[in-house]
């Protein structure tokens, strides 16, 4: 939209493409993470993007893949830490 608004491209060989995926209950949050990253090294496009979890929280799904015991999440409050398990029970409710 952008690049049509300004009639100038913004895309360029290093662009990635966003997304934001609204998540359902009883989602395997993890494996859909690990498959948008399998995709993205596979497709040599850079994904990106997060989760919208249903109490309101987003996630960055690269970051779930990483492991960590606390992510960072976004909320309508700011940006705070949030457990890895809590995240999954989320997800899962």
């Given amino acids: 939209m952008w690049s049509y608004e300004g009639n100038i491209s913004r895309l360029n ?3 990635d493409i966003d997304l934001l995926i609204q998540l359902t209950n009883s989602c395997d949050v993890d494996a859909l993470a690990e498959r948008l990253l399998k995709f993205s090294q596979l ?6 993007g997060e989760f919208e979890f249903n109490n309101g929280i987003f996630i960055s799904w690269r970051e779930l893949t990483s492991g960590a015991k606390d992510l960072l999440a976004k909320t309508d409050a700011g940006p705070k830490l949030v457990t890895r398990n809590s995240v999954i029970k989320i997800a899962h409710t």
């Fill in 43 to 48: 497709s040599n496009i850079f994904f990106d």
């Fill in 13 to 15: 060989p290093n662009s």
